[in-house]
């Protein structure tokens, strides 16, 4: 059995809906941005001569996992390799009754995550475990992740027992390359946000929800 993959469509009003989670949240969605932008500066977070207009782009693709149901639904989600917070941050600011996890291998990454939550009002519902994600005693709802990962490599590191479905914001070229070297029956659903984001940025990117569905492929 192969993979089940599908390429859907993104509409105007997905796009007008990630724009609401943002003009809504936006007074705290700055302000981490901010706080970012000094980190980044001390800390590479992001590339090093990062511009705050460019961490605003990063903010706001962020929130395209909120264009997931299994995001929206979920009471405890799972965000690895989340460097200086994304996209966990920007998601837990939007969803104010979710549960987050961040988590971080790197040391320094730790620390300003530590620094940063305070500061943001998030000490009560977000987490940081700095650690691989392999260590984490956790069964999130749901795993999401940005340009942190392979496939392959982030199911290899999560167990199906720990977790079936993951958000992937990743280049969509990549995806049918990665999903190949998977054993295990998945389903693939495809979003290109290039498609419906004129901005320069968005170009060769995706949101990708995965669910482990089988055992091995045929």
């Keep these: 059995m192969k993979h089940l993959v599908h390429i859907s469509p993104l509409t105007e009003s997905d796009r007008a ?10 007074k705290v969605l700055e302000t981490y941005a901010d706080l970012l932008l000094w980190w980044n500066s001390k800390v590479n977070l992001l590339s090093r001569n990062v511009s705050r207009e460019t961490i605003v782009e990063h903010i706001r693709h962020s929130l395209w996992v909120l264009k ?16 200086g917070g994304l996209p966990g941050i920007p998601v837990a600011l939007t969803r104010t009754g979710l549960e987050m996890v961040l988590n971080d291998i790197v040391q320094k990454k730790g620390m300003v995550l530590k620094d940063l ?26 795993v999401i992740t940005k340009h942190a990962f392979k496939i392959g490599d982030l199911l290899h590191r999560v167990d199906k027992e720990t977790c079936s479905r993951f958000v992937f914001l990743k280049g969509y070229t990549e995806v049918e390359k990665e999903i190949k ?16 984001n004129t901005n320069p940025f968005y170009e060769g990117k995706g949101l990708v929800e995965i669910e482990r569905i089988g ?3 045929k």
């Design 17 to 26: 809906l990630v724009d609401d989670y943002f003009l809504s949240h936006s």
């Design 181 to 196: 070297q998977v054993e295990e029956v998945l389903s693939v659903r495809v979003y290109k946000l290039d498609e419906i």
């Design 117 to 142: 939550l305070p500061k943001l009002e998030l000490t009560e519902r977000v987490r940081v475990q700095i650690k691989d994600v392999a260590e984490i005693n956790l069964n999130p709802d749901v």
């Design 215 to 217: 055992e091995v492929a």
């Design 68 to 83: 997931s149901d299994w995001v929206n639904n979920a009471r405890t989600v799972l965000d690895t390799g989340t460097g």
